[in-house]
């Protein structure tokens, strides 16, 4: 799908890889974008910064139904489709199985994850490919493309990660399901799971931690560069041939337990 004049709605856009690429998408690619994140006041230097003409901040939670159903509203009566979808919000959250004096770690601290990126990821999916699915198909066969961001930790999670693990893994088992559904509609459906990238979540990490990370990256050693993770999403969009593929942005990184 040629991305010039394209709708792309991006969740957690307001930060990170997917601020960066918003920027991208808007001053590169020519496409507009919508942002759809919790955080209003990074949401809305993000439209300041990257031009207003051309890019939309709806607050939302991802996990909230109403919310996105809202948000996605919004999207249509501003820019009148959607094209894309990038889902990059997700909580990085700490769980491990046996907490403190080996008790059981509440439920509720496990699913606080889940229903961020995993029925977050379902819930703006669904909703935007609904819209979708009304677009005039792209050279007689494209209407949409998804992007769900899982991670390496859905391979080689480390001690600590069980709930961000299992979350991101949930994001891979939904590629083919969900691509050969939505392909009817003219609907390509792809992961990316990055390695580490230098962003404010990677920055809340203990300093020791993020340098033992890095020690793990193999070749080039260094942590990614936002912009080389923008670069994946427009090569997914623009690919027409590449459905429920998961690709491994993390030069060949490996994680290991600890
Ligand atoms: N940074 C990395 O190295 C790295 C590595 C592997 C995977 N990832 C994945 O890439 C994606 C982006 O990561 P990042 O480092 O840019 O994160 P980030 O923390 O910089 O940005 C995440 C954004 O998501 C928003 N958000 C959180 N909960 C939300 C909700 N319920 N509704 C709407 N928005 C919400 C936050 O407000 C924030 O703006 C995530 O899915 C992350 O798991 C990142």
């Known amino acids: 799908m040629r991305i010039q004049d394209k709708v792309i709605v991006i969740t957690g856009g307001a930060s990170g890889l997917g601020l960066a690429t918003a920027r991208y998408m808007v001053q590169e690619k020519g496409a507009r974008v919508a942002i759809f994140d919790m955080n209003t006041e990074a949401g809305e230097k993000a439209v300041k910064e990257i031009g207003a003409e051309h890019t939309l901040f ?4 991802v996990s909230n139904e109403e919310s996105v159903q809202n948000a996605v509203n919004a999207v249509t009566a501003r820019f009148g489709a959607i094209h894309v979808c990038i889902n990059c919000a997700a909580l990085p959250t700490p769980c ?18 889940t229903a961020v990126n995993v029925n977050g ?27 769900n961001i899982s991670s390496g930790a859905a391979y080689e999670a480390q001690i600590g990660q069980v709930a961000y693990a299992a979350s991101k893994a ?4 939904m590629n083919m399901p969900a691509a050969r559904e939505l392909g009817d509609v003219g609907i390509r459906v792809n ?5 580490l990238f230098l962003t404010p979540m990677v920055q809340t990490l203990d300093e020791k931690i993020v ?14 560069d936002m912009r080389e993770f923008a670069h994946c999403c427009a090569f997914i969009v623009e690919n027409a041939y590449l459905n429920a593929e998961t690709i491994r942005l993390d030069a060949a990184s490996r994680l290991r337990a600890r």
Do not use: H, W, Y
């Open 96 to 113: 491990k199985i046996l907490g403190k004096e080996g008790k059981a770690t509440p439920l509720a601290k496990f699913a606080q994850v």
């Open 121 to 147: 990821v379902f819930n703006v999916m669904s909703k935007c490919a609904e819209q979708m699915a009304k677009n005039e198909p792209e050279a007689g066969e494209e209407r949409g493309v998804v992007i």
């Open 191 to 195: 992961a990316i799971a990055p390695g």
């Open 58 to 61: 709806v607050q939302t939670d």
């Open 211 to 224: 340098a033992a990370l890095k020690g793990q990256i193999e070749a080039p050693k260094r942590l990614g």
């Open 170 to 173: 949930a994001l891979l088992g």
